[in-house]
């Protein structure tokens, strides 16, 4: 099993930026692909970013490409999301989640489905 629990979530202005972390604890995740996921209300969870488990291949939605980084630290199990130029439509909660199976190197999935561990969430929101 793994635990994931996010944080850095919070309040704040269009434009403004936030860094999100998910601290991963149990079995070890450092050769899990993992992401970040979003959900709004009234909507479905989507996808937002990934990053292999060697941290050398990322991949974002186009809503957040050029604004928003993901990162890893295998060393402390913790991965990152640096959200800049934040806008009202990013609120959301936000989401982590690791992808337990086995995947080539530099290999990186962006369905809900393929994602085997999440956490609680940690939420998002950006006033206009």
């Known amino acids: 099993q793994v635990q994931l629990v996010e944080s850095g979530g919070g309040l704040v202005q269009n434009g403004d930026s936030l860094r999100l972390s998910c601290a991963t604890s149990?079995?070890?995740?450092?050769?899990?692909?993992m992401g970040w996921f979003r959900q709004a209300p009234g909507k479905e969870r989507e996808f937002v970013a990934a990053i292999s488990w060697t941290g050398s291949t990322t991949y974002y939605a186009d809503s957040v490409k050029g604004r928003f980084t993901i990162s890893r630290d295998n060393a402390k199990n913790t991965m990152y999301l640096q959200m800049n130029s934040l806008k009202p439509e990013d609120t959301a909660v936000y989401y982590c989640a690791a992808d337990a199976d086995w995947l080539p190197a530099g290999t990186v999935r962006t369905s809900r489905s393929s994602y085997d561990y999440w956490g609680q969430g940690t939420q998002v929101t950006v006033s206009s």
């Open positions: 149990g079995r070890t995740s450092r050769n899990y692909a």
